[in-house]
């Protein structure tokens, strides 16, 4: 089955610096890669997403590269803010499963100083 | 755009007690909903698949008589932790799918804190 690494477990940084967070999946059927964000006491919130068609995406701070060939997608934050500060999971699911069921890495804090 | 709806937020019981936990989706129609469970600093494992008006699909290691899961309708699936005990306690979140369209991410209802003393 699926496994999903990602790396860092928990990342600080300076607000208004840049945020790097890697993944990689090692099945190679999988070509949908969503991003969630999750704050204390709440559920996952989706951030962004990538399938495996395309190499990049933006949306404003927020872009996701994939590299389907080495199987790893890393989420980039820019301009951080403190309402940043949360834990990042990124996942990774296979069009086998109709892309429902999704696999999750292990998760980032990240915690932006003021 | 699409919402999930968990109830309770938050569960403080007595050990042996039931507890029955709701996930609805508010704007679309779930046929498949997801129900994971979360410790502390840790990252979200799925327990089981909720199939609308057919039997769940537990994963390897979670218990059906444990945790039942009841799939009614199209928008509403049912957790039930059946004689919880301290090692129940948990985060379980439930997650779904607008299955319409192809391209629809999954989205997760904000949890409920299951807390048996």
């Known amino acids: 089955g699926e496994n999903v690494e990602q790396h860092p477990s928990t990342l600080s940084v300076q607000e208004g610096d840049s945020a790097v967070i890697k993944c990689t999946y090692s099945d190679s059927a999988s070509n949908y890669f969503p991003w969630y964000k999750q704050e204390l006491g709440k559920g996952p919130q989706l951030i962004i997403d990538i399938r495996s068609n395309v190499g990049e995406k933006k949306d404003q701070r927020i872009a996701v590269t994939l590299n389907k060939t080495a199987k790893h997608f890393s989420l980039h934050i820019t301009e951080t803010q403190p309402e940043d500060s949360a834990v990042y999971f990124c996942a990774a699911s296979s069009r086998y499963t109709g892309f429902q069921k999704l696999v999750f890495g292990t998760g980032t804090r990240l915690l932006v100083s003021p | 755009g699409a919402v999930v709806s968990q109830h309770p937020s938050w569960v403080i019981c007595k050990s042996g007690t039931s507890v029955k936990i709701e996930c609805r989706s508010l704007?679309?129609?779930?046929?498949?909903m997801f129900w994971y469970r979360q410790f502390p600093k840790q990252s979200l494992m799925l327990m089981a698949t909720?199939?609308?008006?057919?039997?769940?699909?537990?994963e390897q290691g979670v218990e059906k008589d444990k945790f039942l899961i009841n799939h009614a309708s199209l928008t509403l699936s049912t957790l039930t932790v059946t004689s919880a005990h301290p090692e129940d306690s948990s985060f379980y979140i439930c997650?779904?799918?607008?299955?319409?369209?192809?391209?629809?991410?999954?989205?997760f209802g904000d949890g409920t804190r299951l807390s048996i003393l």
């Open positions: 704007d679309f129609q779930a046929t498949t």
């Open positions: 997650s779904a799918r607008d299955p319409t369209w192809d391209n629809q991410p999954q989205h």
């Open positions: 909720s199939n609308e008006g057919s039997k769940a699909t537990y």
